[in-house]
C-alpha cells in the first residue's frame, strides 16, 4: 500500500519556536530567569553581586523571619515535607482546620478555604461560580488570573475601564443582563499600586444583586487598621462579598485562600476543580501561614515601619521630578514606555546594586513598560537612598 506524500501545513516545531522567542527578542520583550541566591527579604546575589532587591512583593519581610522559619521547621519535625495527597483524599491535615478558622477571623468572615496558590483561587472560585449564560464584569487591569479564570467559566465577560463604577453600574441596570451577575476586580493593582472603588462597587452589586469578588493579594497584610486588606481599609463589611488572597505576598509564604460564607466554603469544596485536583500544602507551609497571620495581628509595628519606609522613597522619588502616584500602598510605578529604555534603566541600576527587572507587555499594556518598585519593611533607609541616588544619576545623564 503506497501512502501520498503529504507536504505539513504547519512550520516544524523547531521553526516555530525559534521564530516565537526571535520574535520577542527583537521587541525587547524576551524574558529570562535569573539565578537569585537570596539574602534575605530585600537583598540578594544576582548575576554573582550582592543586591538591593527593590521588587520583592515580600512587604513585611516574613519569608526571613525567625518566628516563621521556627514554626515551618517545627512543622517539618513533626509531619514531614508533603502531605501525600489532595484535600479530598488524605492531604486535609489538621493544620488546615486551624488556618482557615484564622483566615476567617482575620478577613471576619464566617469561613474560609485554602488553595495550593492564589492563582489557583482565582480559577477555582470564579470558574465554580458562574459558568455558560452568567455574566462577569471585570477590570480592564486585573491580574492575568482573573482573566484566565473569566475566561475558562465560559460565562460572558465584559471588560470595565479601570476602576470605572459607573461603566459597572450602567451595566447593572440595563435590560441586557444575562443569567447570574459577577463583579471581579483587584483590591491592589499591583503594577500601579492603586485601589478599586470597593465602596462604590461594593454598593452596587448589593443594590443589584450581584456577586463582588475581590482579589486581595497586594492588600492582604498591609492595608487597614488591623493590616486585613482593602475592605479593612475602606471599613466595608465583608458580608456578600468574596475576598481572595495570597500568604505569598505580605504573609511571606504560599498558598492561596478564599475568605467567604459556611455554605460559600462547601460549594467551593465540591465544585472548584483547582482545589479538588490538586495535592495538599505541605504541613511546613501551612504552619508558616499560621504563624503569619499571628504576626500580622499581634506585630503592627511591621506596618509602621513599611509606611515610614514608604513615605521616605516617595520624598525621594518626589525631589526628582518622578510623578508618585497618591496611593497608600508600598508600589511605585515609574513608567518609561519603550521596552528598550526600560531594560536599559534597569541594567544600569543593578550596575549601581540595585534590582529591579523591568515590567513590559504582556504584564503592562503596550507603551506601559516601566520599573515597578517596591518596598519591604526589611529594607533599610540607606537602601532608600541608594535606589534615589542612583535613579538621579541615570536620569541626570539623559539615557
Not at 441596570?173 to 485601589?195: A, E, P, Q
Amino acid at each position: 500500500m503506497k501512502f501520498a506524500h503529504r507536504t505539513p501545513t504547519l512550520p516544524p516545531w523547531a521553526h516555530f519556536l525559534s521564530s516565537y522567542l526571535q520574535d520577542l527578542q527583537g521587541k525587547d520583550l524576551l524574558r529570562r530567569l535569573i539565578p537569585v541566591q537570596s539574602l534575605g527579604s530585600s537583598r540578594a546575589v544576582v548575576a554573582g553581586k550582592e543586591m538591593v532587591l527593590f521588587c520583592t512583593n515580600d512587604y513585611l519581610g516574613l519569608s526571613s523571619d525567625q518566628r516563621m522559619k521556627k514554626a515551618a521547621m517545627s512543622a517539618l519535625e513533626q509531619w514531614g515535607t508533603g502531605s501525600g495527597a489532595s484535600r479530598l483524599i488524605s492531604g486535609n491535615m489538621v493544620l488546615y482546620g486551624q488556618l482557615e478558622a484564622d483566615c476567617a477571623r482575620f478577613k471576619e468572615t464566617g469561613s474560609a478555604l485554602v488553595f495550593s496558590s492564589g492563582y489557583s483561587t482565582n480559577i477555582g472560585v470564579i470558574t465554580s461560580l458562574v459558568s455558560q449564560g452568567d455574566t462577569i464584569l471585570s477590570d480592564q487591569l486585573n491580574h492575568a488570573s482573573i482573566v484566565d479564570a473569566c475566561r475558562l467559566s465560559r460565562a460572558e465577560v465584559i471588560v470595565y475601564p479601570h476602576g470605572d463604577a459607573h461603566a459597572v453600574e450602567s451595566y447593572l441596570k440595563s435590560k441586557n443582563r444575562k443569567g447570574k451577575i459577577l463583579v471581579v476586580t483587584d483590591g491592589v493593582f499591583s503594577m500601579d499600586g492603586d485601589l478599586a472603588p470597593l465602596p462604590d462597587l461594593s454598593g452596587l452589586c448589593k443594590d443589584y444583586g450581584a456577586l463582588l469578588v475581590v482579589d486581595d493579594a497586594h492588600g492582604t497584610g498591609i492595608l487597614g487598621k488591623r493590616g486585613a486588606g482593602t475592605l479593612d481599609y475602606f471599613d466595608i463589611p465583608s458580608e456578600g462579598i468574596i475576598q481572595v488572597s495570597t500568604f505569598s505576598k505580605a504573609l511571606g509564604s504560599l498558598g492561596g485562600f478564599v475568605a467567604c460564607t459556611k455554605i460559600a466554603r462547601q460549594y467551593f469544596v465540591n465544585k472548584a476543580r483547582s482545589l479538588i485536583y490538586s495535592t495538599a500544602l505541605p504541613p511546613s507551609v501551612l504552619a508558616a501561614n499560621i504563624e503569619a497571620l499571628r504576626i500580622v495581628q499581634q506585630d503592627p509595628g511591621l506596618r509602621f515601619r513599611l509606611r515610614q519606609l514608604t513615605l521616605r522613597l516617595r520624598k525621594g522619588l518626589e525631589a526628582l521630578g518622578i510623578p508618585v502616584p497618591n496611593h497608600p500602598t508600598p508600589i511605585f510605578p515609574i513608567i518609561i514606555g519603550v521596552a528598550g529604555q526600560t531594560v536599559r534603566l534597569s541594567k544600569y541600576l543593578m550596575e549601581k546594586g540595585v534590582f529591579v527587572p523591568p515590567i513590559r507587555p504582556p504584564t503592562v499594556p503596550k507603551g506601559q513598560s516601566r520599573l515597578r518598585i517596591s518596598l519591604s519593611a526589611s529594607h533599610r533607609e540607606e537602601d532608600i537612598d541608594l535606589l534615589v541616588s542612583a535613579l538621579s544619576d541615570y536620569f541626570r545623564r539623559g539615557a
